[in-house]
């Protein structure tokens, strides 16, 4: 039986982390910022991860169920920042220097499932909880020996039937309320 466990985080500006950076490592992939023009290679990891994916709602283009979109929310928020304070310069470089640009959570796997059966649970949990709501979810499955888990990483604005991204973020996800029903 496995032992519980689920954490919850934020990718922010403020701490130096950026949403693309934090989507390579947790899929193993190699990707690239064009905000800050850097490319991130996890690629020497990936022999732990035994299953990833982007997930979107339906209504969404396929450019929202590949990995690369995380570029484009961060580059999303610098958009919002310039158009939210356009005289403010001071303002919009402490938007741009602290943004949270997604969710983080880690749940542990129970040893006895199939990579199947986890897989299944973990994108029926992405998308009752995440997706439902109009979020994108990238997440991966790693099998580290003895310590099975699955990273998930949010967007916090959500896509509208429109198929555009929510000039508002996503507040009621971080409530105390909704930590708690997540984890429930």
């Known amino acids: 039986?496995?032992?519980?466990?689920?954490?919850?985080?934020?990718?922010?500006?403020?701490?130096?982390?950026?949403?693309?950076?934090?989507?390579?490592?947790?899929?193993?992939?190699?990707?690239?910022?064009?905000?800050?023009?850097?490319?991130?290679?996890?690629?020497?990891?990936?022999?732990?991860?035994?299953?990833?994916?982007?997930?979107?709602?339906?209504?969404?283009?396929?450019?929202?169920?590949?990995?690369?979109?995380?570029?484009?929310?961060?580059?999303?928020?610098?958009?919002?920042?310039?158009?939210?304070?356009?005289?403010?310069?001071?303002?919009?470089?402490?938007y741009q220097d602290s943004a949270r640009t997604a969710m983080t959570i880690v749940v542990a796997i129970p040893k006895e499932l199939s990579v199947e059966s986890a897989k299944e649970l973990v994108e029926e949990f992405a998308k009752t909880r995440y997706v439902s709501q109009g979020l994108i979810v990238t997440y991966a499955m790693h099998g580290d020996?003895?310590?099975p888990h699955a990273h998930f990483q949010i967007s916090r604005r959500s896509i509208d039937e429109k198929g555009q991204l929510s000039w508002a973020k996503n507040r009621d996800m971080c409530t105390k309320r909704a930590l708690l029903e997540t984890r429930t």
């Not at 982390?17 to 390579?24: D, P, T, W």
């Not at 709602?57 to 304070?85: T, V």
Request: proline letters at 2%; a negative charge; one cysteine or more.
């Open 145 to 147: 020996e003895g310590n």
């Open 1 to 94: 039986m496995a032992i519980y466990h689920l954490s919850i985080g934020h990718v922010s500006r403020s701490t130096g982390r950026s949403s693309v950076q934090s989507s390579a490592y947790i899929t193993g992939s190699c990707l690239y910022e064009s905000r800050r023009d850097l490319t991130t290679n996890y690629e020497n990891r990936h022999s732990d991860i035994l299953s990833s994916d982007t997930l979107a709602p339906e209504h969404a283009s396929d450019e929202f169920r590949e990995l690369s979109i995380w570029d484009k929310l961060e580059s999303f928020e610098d958009k919002y920042a310039k158009e939210r304070y356009p005289n403010d310069l001071d303002a919009r470089d402490k």
